[in-house]
């Protein structure tokens, strides 16, 4: 496609139910990150793949965030037993290789609402 | 943990006015990219830079990486309403980029 597409673009859930964001990077980007960003902050790192590994998992806030990659495309972010802390919009961007010489396409963002 | 901290937070400025936002961090980074945001949508990139002490212009938008590679500024000069917006620094720290704090900029006519 010719941008980053997340899906869905709104999500309301209520608290304790499991969530799961969905992002397909534009096509031939190796890497894919997740961010998080409350209230128009910045941006809060959870997790970046290199293809379909993820050499970095620090910022995921808990065991109930989890994230995977396949076909060194599409990445789904699956958040468990979802919380009030965790309403936020969730960012993806991917690019052609890691790191900051590559510049980071984002896609507009799932804002996820938890009631 | 947040490793790079901008300041102001917040700037509302009118049209034509000069401004500068500062990224600051106590970590060396390989390089440096600085997004602007608009509701509702992701960030877009503006620059990057990479060489300690490098300015990079960008019509009224002029970039400085610091000469130790640990800090930012983005100066506007002659501000316009179309400067408005949300603007991040971001550096490279092993493979991922580490976002700033954010500067919500507003211009008013």
């Known amino acids: 496609g010719a941008g980053v597409s997340q899906s869905p673009s709104n999500k309301v859930t209520e608290k304790g139910k499991d969530v799961e964001l969905r992002c397909d990077p534009i096509?031939?980007?190796?890497?894919l990150y997740w961010y998080r960003q409350s209230l128009g902050q910045g941006l809060e790192f959870l997790i970046y793949?290199?293809?379909?590994?993820?050499?970095?998992k620090s910022g995921l806030p808990s065991d109930r965030f989890s994230a995977e990659r396949t076909g060194g495309s599409v990445s789904t972010l699956t958040i468990q037993r979802t919380q009030q802390e965790d309403s936020a919009v969730y960012l993806c961007?991917?690019?052609?290789?890691?790191?900051?010489?590559?510049?980071?396409?984002f896609g507009n963002g799932t804002r996820l609402t938890v009631t | 943990t947040q490793l790079l901290e901008q300041s102001p937070q917040f700037l509302s400025i009118q049209e034509g006015e000069n401004l500068t936002v500062y990224c600051n961090s106590s970590?060396?980074?390989?390089?440096l990219q600085w997004y602007r945001q608009e509701p509702g949508e992701g960030p877009v990139l503006l620059v990057t830079?990479?060489?300690?002490?490098e300015v990079k212009k960008l019509k009224r938008l002029t970039f400085q990486f610091g000469d130790a590679r640990k800090d930012s500024s983005l100066h506007i000069t002659a501000a316009q309403p179309g400067d408005t917006g949300l603007y991040l620094c971001?550096?490279?720290?092993?493979?991922?980029?580490?976002f700033g704090t954010g500067t919500r900029l507003q211009v008013f006519p």
């Open positions: 830079v990479v060489t300690g002490g």
């Open positions: 961007a991917s690019s052609l290789a890691p790191g900051g010489v590559s510049p980071l396409h």
């Open positions: 971001a550096g490279d720290n092993t493979d991922k980029l580490i």
């Open positions: 096509s031939g980007h190796t890497a």
């Open positions: 970590s060396v980074f390989s390089s």
């Open positions: 793949f290199q293809g379909n590994s993820a050499p970095d």
